[in-house]
């Protein structure tokens, strides 16, 4: 599987996703380190550890990282990973807090789940700590709906009748 992949939206040109390489573990590190109390691995992740999942990463063929760039700058990231056919969206970070309430984020995860809608499967979902209230909002809002409750978490999946999916193009 490719994972060399730049995803743009037809009408806004100055948001891409493209699948990460190794210069972007830096940001990545210090964007999910200053986050980590909104996901399940709350521990500080080191330089080492964050070299070892990447090249773990490299070798899952359904496994997509993307950073989200604005203007040019990365500000951003979010990944999914196909399992038994459905796509498990994480990771999900606005890294750059400028840009935050301006609906980019929001944006991004359209763009996400149409590629995956396009390509993958029909079936999206994520998990969200019951304590990361800001995250659940944020999902419902962007057409996800709680699918099952477990003990920590929501499973919540894409709701295809909500959702409306977006015209996507490549580089």
Request: aromatic share 12%; glycine share 6%.
């Amino acid at each position: 599987m490719d994972k060399n992949i730049k995803i743009l939206q037809e009408e806004n040109k100055s948001l891409s996703l493209k699948t990460i390489a190794g210069n972007d573990l830096g940001n990545i590190r210090v964007w999910k380190n200053a986050n980590r109390h909104v996901f399940f691995h709350q521990n500080i992740i080191g330089v080492e550890q964050q070299k070892a999942w990447f090249q773990s990463y490299l070798e899952e063929p359904f496994n997509f990282m993307f950073t989200i760039e604005y203007n040019g700058s990365a500000i951003g990231c979010m990944g999914f990973r196909i399992i038994d056919n459905i796509a498990d969206i994480y990771n999900v970070i606005l890294g750059d807090s400028q840009y935050q309430g301006r609906g980019i984020m929001s944006l991004s995860l359209r763009v996400l789940c149409s590629y995956i809608l396009k390509f993958h499967t029909n079936k999206i979902t994520l998990k969200v700590l019951k304590t990361n209230k800001i995250g659940q909002r944020f999902y419902s809002k962007n057409g996800f709906i709680i699918e099952r409750e477990k003990k920590d978490y929501y499973l919540m999946r894409l709701s295809l009748n909500i959702f409306k999916k977006m015209e996507i193009m490549f580089l």
